[in-house]
């Protein structure tokens, strides 16, 4: 069974940073896409960010773009979301997510297949 444990979340001023991270317990987890999703109280879960297996190729939703940073150690099974410049609106439950194999990584969830139990972000003004 693979297990998608999220970590690093808290509560920030706006401006603040915070990083988060998503361990992976899977050996083959250097081959799959990865991606964060969040979800707002009262919102659907909308997707952040993702990044390719080997990390060569990211994409992020245009409200994060330029203030948070996706990356992975595939040597740790680790993928993080590194989040500067906070915003009251990124207040959230921040969920990491597997692509599904043979797919390319997306920004939809219907192409994941496995997600974390998600970490509380919340950015106060």
């Known amino acids: 069974q693979v297990q998608l444990v999220e970590s690093g979340g808290g509560s920030v001023q706006a401006g603040h940073s915070l990083r988060l991270s998503c361990t992976v317990s899977?050996?083959?987890?250097?081959?799959?896409?990865m991606g964060w999703f969040r979800q707002a109280p009262g919102k659907e879960r909308e997707f952040v960010a993702s990044i390719t297996w080997a990390g060569s190729s990211t994409n992020y939703a245009g409200s994060v773009k330029g203030r948070f940073t996706i990356s992975r150690d595939n040597s740790k099974n680790t993928v993080y979301l590194q989040m500067n410049s906070l915003k009251p609106e990124d207040t959230a439950v921040y969920y990491c997510a597997r692509s599904k194999a043979g797919r390319p990584v997306g920004t939809l969830e219907n192409g994941y297949d496995y997600w974390g139990q998600g970490t509380q972000v919340t950015v106060s003004s």
């Open positions: 899977e050996r083959s987890f250097g081959v799959y896409g």
